[in-house]
C-alpha cells in the first residue's frame, strides 16, 4: 500500500464551473476526512466519514460542497458553481482509529 | 472555541543553530497534541502525538515536549532538509474525531 492517493494534484477550473476530487485512503482504513488549506494557513476540517457513513460535516461545507464514500471506499468531494474563494489545497486524510492520521498530497484547486 | 497559536510565524536559522517552535493551546480537554512537518505542495506528515503534560518524544534532530498550556518542538543542529512548515494540532473533547490545526511556523535553514 502506498499511503493514500489524491487525484487530480491540480485542477485548474473557471468560476462556475463543478469539479470533482478523489481520495483513496489506506486500504484498511475506516475512517477518512477532507480538509482545506489555504496559503499560509493550517488545514480546516470540512468532513468526516467513517465506513460510508458522513458523520460530521463542518459549517465550512456549504450546501455547495457535496461528499460522499460509497461502500467505505474511496472518496468524491464534489463542488458545484465553483468561486474564487474556492481555490485552496484540499487534503484528505485517513485513519484506522482517532489518533493515527495519514494525510495524501491533496489536490490544488485554483478557480479562475 | 479551540483555539491553537504557533509561534514564530516563520524562522531562519543557521546550519546547527539550534532552536525552539511554540504551539500554545486553548481548548475544551485536550485529548491529544500532534505536530506535522509539511513541504511545500504536500501534504503533511506526522511527527509526534503528546497526550498529557510532562510527557516529551523524539525523533532524530527533533524532541516535543507537552505542558498544560503549550508545546514546544526542539530542533537540535538542524540540518537544512529540516527546512519545511511545522504544524500544531490538537484532538479535543469537542472535536474528538477531528483536528484543529494551527497555521505553522516556517522554518528555513541556511547551509
Known amino acids: 500500500d502506498t499511503g493514500v492517493s489524491q487525484n487530480p494534484r491540480h485542477k485548474i477550473t473557471k468560476r462556475g464551473q463543478n469539479v470533482t476530487f478523489r481520495c483513496d485512503p489506506i486500504?484498511?482504513?475506516?475512517?477518512l476526512y477532507w480538509y482545506r488549506q489555504t496559503l499560509g494557513q493550517g488545514p480546516e476540517f470540512l468532513t468526516y466519514?467513517?465506513?460510508?457513513?458522513?458523520?460530521?460535516k463542518s459549517r465550512l461545507l456549504s450546501d455547495r460542497f457535496s461528499a460522499e464514500r460509497p461502500k467505505g471506499s474511496f472518496s468524491t468531494l464534489e463542488i458545484q458553481r465553483t468561486e474564487q474563494g474556492d481555490s485552496a489545497m484540499y487534503l484528505c486524510?485517513?485513519?484506522?482509529?482517532?489518533?493515527?492520521?495519514?494525510f495524501g498530497s491533496g489536490t490544488r484547486l485554483t478557480v479562475v | 472555541e479551540d483555539q491553537v497559536t504557533q509561534s514564530p510565524e516563520a524562522l531562519r536559522l543557521q546550519e546547527g543553530e539550534s532552536s525552539s517552535l511554540n504551539c500554545s493551546y486553548t481548548v475544551s480537554g485536550l485529548r491529544g497534541l500532534f505536530w506535522y512537518r509539511q513541504d511545500p505542495g504536500k501534504g503533511p506528515e506526522f511527527l509526534f502525538t503528546?497526550?498529557?503534560a510532562g510527557e516529551e518524544k523524539e525523533k532524530e534532530r527533533l524532541k516535543a515536549t507537552l505542558t498544560k498550556k503549550e508545546s514546544f518542538l526542539h530542533i537540535t543542529a538542524p540540518k537544512p532538509e529540516d527546512s519545511a512548515t511545522y504544524l500544531c494540532a490538537v484532538r479535543t473533547d469537542s472535536g474528538y474525531s477531528t483536528l484543529t490545526f494551527g497555521k505553522g511556523t516556517m522554518l528555513l535553514v541556511s547551509p
Open positions: 486524510a485517513s485513519s484506522l482509529d482517532v489518533f493515527g492520521y495519514t
Open positions: 503528546l497526550y498529557s
Open positions: 486500504s484498511e482504513h475506516n475512517r
Open positions: 466519514f467513517q465506513n460510508e457513513a458522513q458523520l460530521e
